[in-house]
């Protein structure tokens, strides 16, 4: 089988993918889960198992995670022994950065597969932020070439918030090798680039990001935070209105941009999203 796939330190570090905004400083914390698995319509039953679990790789590919999650449940619901359906659904709860269901799934697949103890565990840690520990469960299910993609993007994940940042870029990159399509690792390693401050590596990265998956929020955030190290306030300004239109509550956002406007020069814009993102923290 083709194995398929978002750990804040101050940016927007997914682990299969985990976010936040970037920030000049503080961590933030990770969004809230959603614990209830969305319902399905029961599968034809002229549909096999494998043929759904395709389908759902399909979707995945695409970064169609809710098709994905659909079509996977169709696949155990056809086969509820199935452990490499429950770990592609893991993989999908989590690019939708529903961490409780996506753990849920892989520790259903590591009692059907004792192979996948080592991912399920890691993910676990890492979401504990325990990330030594993780990081030798992921080495130990990459020995064990299961679930590749994701162990290596998780791994990574856990080397940036160990602040090993060449260590995490090779994993992110040889997870870009396994899955080209994915916009995560490439999110990833644009963070890591950014701690490195080698901002056009960075801006490179999150860009084809956001060429894969153009409603990843905290990519526009990451290159709007690069372009403001750069200097190259406009482009910090798009690039945080961007995100702003996809999560406009999030308080960091505004607080970024009011950054950027006031480096500009403007003032008045600046007071004005300060004062927003002020507003939004009281909530």
């Not at 565990?121 to 469960?137: F, I, N």
């Not at 929020?217 to 961007?242: M, P, W």
């Not at 406007?261 to 909530?283: C, F, I, P, Q, V």
Request: charged letters at 20%; aromatic letters at 12%.
């Amino acid at each position: 089988m083709k194995k398929v796939l978002l750990v804040p330190v101050a940016i927007a570090v997914l682990f299969i993918g985990c976010g936040s905004t970037p920030t000049e400083a503080k961590p933030e914390e990770s969004p809230a889960v959603t614990e209830t698995a969305p319902e399905t319509a029961s599968p034809p039953p002229e549909t096999s198992a494998a043929a759904y679990y395709s389908q759902g790789n399909d979707f995945y590919s695409r970064n169609d995670f809710d098709e994905a999650i659909n079509s996977y449940t169709g696949a155990l619901n056809k086969d509820p022994g199935m452990a490499d359906a429950y770990m592609a659904r893991g993989n999908a709860y989590s690019g939708k950065l529903d961490f409780a269901n996506a753990q849920k799934d892989y520790a259903a697949a590591a009692k059907i597969n004792g192979d996948y103890d080592h991912f399920a565990r890691g993910y676990s840690l890492l979401a504990a932020k325990d990330y030594q520990s993780a990081v030798s469960e992921f080495t130990q299910a990459i020995a064990l070439k299961t679930n590749l993609f994701a162990a290596y993007n998780d791994r990574g994940v856990a080397y940036t918030n160990m602040g090993n940042q060449d260590l995490a870029i090779a994993d992110f990159t040889e997870a870009i090798t396994l899955n080209a399509n994915s916009a995560f690792p490439y999110n990833n390693r644009g963070n890591s680039w950014l701690m490195k401050t080698s901002y056009d590596k960075a801006i490179t990265d999150y860009t084809k990001a956001i060429e894969l998956y153009p409603e990843l929020v905290f990519a526009y955030s990451g290159r709007g935070l690069a372009n403001y190290r750069t200097k190259t306030y406009d482009k910090a300004i798009a690039d945080y209105t961007r995100a702003i239109a996809i999560t406009p509550k999030d308080p960091m956002l505004y607080s970024l941009r009011g950054d950027a406007y006031l480096a500009r020069g403007d003032k008045a814009l600046s007071d004005a999203d300060y004062a927003t993102a002020k507003e939004l923290g009281k909530s």
